[in-house]
């Protein structure tokens, strides 16, 4: 990893642990949904950090540089990232399909008792 590269990432590390930290702040970022964010920022600092050792781990599993590990992990990721949130939006689909349900039956049941 060229000198150029270490400090790109870790200054991208920095700005998300930073970018992170303000947003759990400010009450916009649930802290449940957000360790992961920091996890990952304190990964790519740590990384970045000791780049031999992330040129040891690529170079094991045949990536051509370390820079391309970095991208295929941070690629893996957001894969699991989106695959949670997926789960997430199906489980809030249900709950206000059940919702729906209850709401619709409580309204009917008002209507049938006015008449």
Known sequence: ?????????????????????????????????????????LLLL????????????????????????ILCLFVFFLYIIVFSQNIKISELKQKNTELIQKLSLKEYQKKNENL
């Open 1 to 41: 990893m060229s000198f150029q590269q270490q400090c790109f990432f870790i200054a991208a590390s920095i700005f998300t642990l930073v970018f992170i930290i303000f947003k759990i702040r400010k009450h916009k970022l649930n802290i449940d949904d957000s360790i992961v964010w920091i996890l990952w920022s």
């Open 46 to 69: 740590i990384f970045s950090l000791f780049p031999s050792f992330v040129a040891k781990i690529s170079s094991m599993l045949g990536f051509m540089s370390s820079s391309n590990f």
